[in-house]
Nanobody
Framework: VQLQASGGGLVQPGGSLRLSCAAS?????????LAWFRQAPGKERGFVSG????????IYADSVRGRFTISRDNAKNIVYLQMDGLKPEDTALYYCAAKSVWYVTNMSRDYNYWGQGTQVTVSS
């Protein structure tokens, strides 16, 4: 499975960005769980949000709940992360991840496939 993330950039505090991650390379990708993680300089990679492969259950980290929205287009095998109300502490390299198990979890060790990351910088 290949994951190609895009959509990062520089935005002012309070602004918005939408990240996209296109999945390819396997059958049945619409049943894969997809997620976003992020890693800031000097910090460990942390969970942001995930969406289940079946049923579409979504989960969020407490730090982004109410500001970020995850969604997926199963016809195109793309997962999106709409980020509103961005804060400087959201600055990080954002990774998309996938696993073939349908239920969503927030542990990076559960995910088998990783994209290359897209940089998000929130600064005035």
């Amino acid at each position: 499975v290949q994951l190609q993330a895009s959509g990062g950039g520089l935005v002012q505090p309070g602004g918005s960005l939408r990240l996209s991650c296109a999945a390819s390379g396997a059958a049945g990708l619409n049943t894969y769980t997809l997620a976003w993680f992020r890693q800031a300089p000097g910090k460990e990679r942390g969970f942001v949000s995930g969406i289940a492969g079946i049923g579409g259950t979504t989960i969020y980290a407490d730090s982004v709940r109410g500001r970020f929205t995850i969604s997926r287009d199963n016809a195109k095998n793309i997962v999106y992360l709409q980020m509103d109300g961005l804060k400087p502490e959201d600055t990080a390299l954002y990774y998309c991840a996938a696993k073939s198990v349908w239920y969503v979890t927030n542990m990076s060790r559960d995910y088998n496939y990783w994209g290359q990351g897209t940089q998000v910088t929130v600064s005035s």
